[in-house]
């Protein structure tokens, strides 16, 4: 009874570990050659894919940095309070602090280009704004 389950044992051993299952011969050639046929697809399949990938990640790059070209910077309050006095909207002294001074010469400066007079300075205030902070 032990000599039969270790030879159940080494029968299954060698299954699991392809010992048993591999062929030899001259019948084998052609099941190889598809095998190896079928893993030089997966391959090519895999470089075309590689690649279009490459191609899409340059391609998005390029529009990133072509974004980040045309992308406002935002301002410190000193920098706005520097554009505003420039422009004529701001009499305070500049301290690099948005108080209420500031808000109202902000709300004055968008009122007069047409923006929404809300005291912030977003991206479109800023862009205007931004043409005074070298003057």
Known sequence: MKRAIAAVFIA??????????????PGTAGASS???KELQAKITSL?????RQRDEN???RKKLEEYNRGAVRMPNAGEIQTA??????FKGVIDGKIGSQ???AVRKFQEANG??????????????????LKQ
């Open 58 to 60: 340059y391609v998005l």
């Open 102 to 104: 500031t808000k109202e």
């Open 12 to 25: 299954c051993s060698l299954v699991i570990t392809g010992c048993a299952t591999t062929q030899s011969g």
């Open 84 to 89: 505003l006095k420039n422009a004529g909207f």
């Open 115 to 132: 923006l929404n007079p809300d005291g912030n300075v977003g991206s479109k205030t800023w862009a205007l704004l931004s043409k005074y």
């Open 47 to 51: 470089e075309t894919d590689l690649n």
């Open 34 to 36: 598809d095998y190896v």
